[in-house]
């Protein structure tokens, strides 16, 4: 069986797991300082919107780069333009500032998530792609868990720009890491013109998308609706990130032997029941119930999905397709940001949670009738190959 732990794989993984652990810092906080400056629910939405929304028009453009020249250079400019936006927190005292840097925060995000997610594929061997992921994405899930809990204990205890510096140290604790692993890369063949998206990939693009809808408005309502029925939203992000954690390298063993499909649906199933049991919560039970299930399901689902897209996509094509799938991800969390902002605000947050129970739902229907049989046909290939 080929290596997967090499050096470069290390690197890589523990450099993405500073990265996002100053991504998550913000998500429950970011709400709050929103508010501290006088804005409302809906505000609070657009400004996760407008960081998601700039990575989707960003993302596609740097999918066709990464695959014409490469992942390192991508990465540094990425990190970089990171450390800059987050340091820049620390001069926001309006509303329309932080838009405006909500869209550079964006432009970063973009660059150097899919440059490093482009990367780690490359370095995955083909026959161990599930596990990789799950992984990897493990990295992702333990920064989903400290950096919730770090991001809020810090504002309580201290304030929000040792929070912004904190974010910019770990920034570049994870530019100094990634620089130092090597990353294969094959250029494409001749003088193609750089593509925009994966077709062959749009059906789960679209999965996807709608399954990131639900996310959108879990990671940036919970924090206020865990404060209006008083529970301290750090607890739901570290119940969801610790049943992440044991469940992503799991899924990832069972997404290699038996096929992505009989990972992704029960997955999903499970995620509409977290969501449909937050919208009945009214206390801490409630919510971390909702937490652990939505841990197993979206935390099973999403790296599987990751694995498909990369089964389904040409060799040379790697880095759109990385592209194509991270900007349905943007897309579902900003327009889900955006869209049940105003549900929240006009409605109630129970009423939300199920609304992002729906769109979960539609996400098994396009997966199921739309990507199910292309990706087993495809699986029986490859074990048809191997023996």
């Not at 809990?149 to 904190?166: A, E, K, N, P, T």
């Not at 049943?243 to 992505?260: C, F, I, N």
């Not at 040409?314 to 397709?321: Q, S, T």
Request: glycine share 10%; net charge positive; no cysteine.
């Amino acid at each position: 069986m080929e290596r997967l732990w090499t050096k470069s794989f290390i690197l890589m993984t523990v450099g993405t797991l500073f990265l996002f652990n100053a991504f998550y810092m913000l998500y429950p906080t970011l709400p709050l300082f929103i508010k501290q400056l006088g804005g409302n629910e809906a505000q609070v939405g657009l400004s996760m919107g407008v960081f998601m929304l700039t990575s989707v028009l960003v993302r596609p453009i740097v999918g066709g780069l990464l695959d014409r020249y490469g992942r390192r250079v991508f990465i540094v400019a990425g990190l970089l333009l990171f450390v800059a936006a987050m340091y820049l927190y620390n001069w926001v005292g309006a509303i329309v500032t932080l838009m405006g840097l909500r869209v550079l925060h964006g432009l970063s995000w973009a660059v150097s998530s899919t440059a490093i997610n482009t990367a780690v594929t490359d370095m995955i061997p083909a026959a161990r792609r599930g596990e990789g992921m799950g992984w990897f994405s493990t990295s992702m899930t333990l920064a989903m868990a400290f950096g919730p809990m770090v991001g809020i204990w810090i504002i309580q205890d201290f304030s929000y720009s040792v929070l912004f510096y904190l974010a910019v140290m770990l920034s570049v604790a994870a530019l100094v890491l990634t620089f130092g692993a090597k990353m294969p890369f094959r250029p494409q063949s001749g003088k193609q013109k750089i593509e925009l998206f994966e077709k062959s990939i749009l059906p789960i693009s679209a999965s996807v998308f709608l399954m990131f809808f639900a996310y959108g408005g879990i990671t940036t309502f919970i924090p206020l609706f865990a404060d209006s029925i008083r529970v301290n939203s750090g607890v739901f992000f570290l119940a969801f990130a610790g049943t992440l954690a044991l469940s992503r390298p799991v899924s990832g063993k069972l997404a290699d032997r038996y096929g992505e499909v009989a990972v992704i649906v029960p997955a999903l199933v499970i995620t509409i029941l977290a969501l449909l049991s937050l919208s009945l919560s009214s206390g801490l039970v409630g919510v971390l119930i909702s937490a652990i299930l939505y841990g197993i399901g979206f935390g099973s689902a999403q790296p599987a999905l990751q694995s498909a897209t990369i089964r389904l996509s040409h060799p040379e094509r790697k880095g759109i397709a990385n592209a194509s799938l991270a900007t349905a991800n943007d897309l579902g969390i900003g327009l889900g940001a955006i869209i049940l902002g105003w549900v929240s605000q006009y409605t109630s947050y129970s009423f939300l949670f199920v609304v992002s129970a729906v769109s979960v739902t539609l996400s098994i229907l396009v997966f199921v009738y739309l990507v199910r049989h292309s990706l087993k046909r495809n699986h029986t290939t490859e074990i048809d190959r191997t023996m």
